[in-house]
């Protein structure tokens, strides 16, 4: 049987795994008990949703869109019966999350960037890109310091095990899953980089002399270099042994040696659990 490619992401207290018709979202609860939840993905009818490059944009939208409703059921499972939280709660804290990464990781490298090179366009795209990478990096490394972070980050590499295990089909047991790397070269950690890298490209190209189109255009132009970078992670994932892929993948491994942490065997069997579910469905039809 043809391995499914499957695909997902840490949420509050479990894993989301994602496969090509269906979503599980497994979650710790405090009785110690495991909640798992499975919906259908409702596919695109648009011919343009599959077309390469546009597919990309189609495909984060569906991803954040999947990862909100995730993150509720997680939020509310893993709270107990009298923390219920609701969408509006969830969706408030989502926004604030865009507008602090909008500030981190656009406006602060910009205003950097303006200050050392404004009248330079090469250097001021290479300054700001670099910039960039290295708030992410910096950002990463200290909220990995929180202790509720560091369980997300567990259950992120317990994500990544599972899938391995599945891919490697060598069984579906904590010791199976234990002898697998944390790190996935689909992960979309890899995603964030090849973004930053590729609109040192892009800006490269496209540059505005006044200072608010130029820095409009990072905003504006973000879906299209988040389409461009969907397809160089799809092409590194199915060339992932080539040595062509190789320097591609490389950085989003390294990096995940942030963002995923050895997980416990209680935080294995969530993702057990959810990739479980999700290939019941996808049998199920």
């Keep these: 049987m043809t391995k499914l490619h499957l695909g997902g992401q840490a949420v509050i207290e479990g894993v989301l795994i994602r496969s090509p018709h269906h979503y599980s979202v497994a ?68 926004g604030l999350s865009i507008l602090l990464a909008v500030a981190l990781f656009i406006a602060l490298p910009f205003y950097l960037s303006v200050l050392v090179a404004k009248n330079n366009s090469l250097l001021f795209n290479v300054i700001d890109g670099l910039l960039k990478a290295a708030v992410l990096v910096g950002y990463l490394f200290v909220i990995s310091l929180f202790p509720d972070v560091k369980v997300m980050f567990q259950y992120h590499g317990a994500e990544h095990m599972a899938i391995h295990s599945y891919e490697a089909g060598k069984g579906n047991t904590v010791k199976d899953i234990r002898r697998f790397k944390t790190m996935h070269p689909r992960c979309g950690t890899s995603f964030l980089l090849f973004v930053l890298l590729l609109g040192i490209i892009v800006f490269s190209v496209v540059h505005f002399e006044n200072l608010a189109l130029r820095f409009a255009s990072r905003i504006i132009l973000l879906p299209v270099i988040a389409a461009i970078s969907y397809e160089v992670l ?52």
């Excluded at 491994?253 to 963002?259: E, F, N, Y």
């Design 27 to 94: 979650v710790r609860k405090p009785d110690g008990s495991i909640s798992v939840k499975r919906e259908r993905i409702k596919s695109s009818k648009l011919q343009i949703a599959k077309v390469p490059f546009f597919r990309g944009v189609f495909a984060l939208w569906d991803t954040l869109d999947i990862g909100f409703r995730a993150l509720v059921y997680s939020a509310n499972e893993s709270s107990g019966e009298n923390e219920k939280l609701g969408k509006t709660e969830v969706f408030a804290t989502v």
């Design 234 to 285: 799809k092409f590194s994932a199915r060339h992932s042994e080539s040595l062509l892929a190789k320097p591609f993948i490389l950085p989003g491994i390294l990096l995940q040696k942030i963002t995923t942490k050895q997980p416990t065997d209680r935080q294995i069997e969530v993702a057990m659990a959810s990739v479980e579910d999700v290939l019941e469905g996808e049998k199920a039809g």
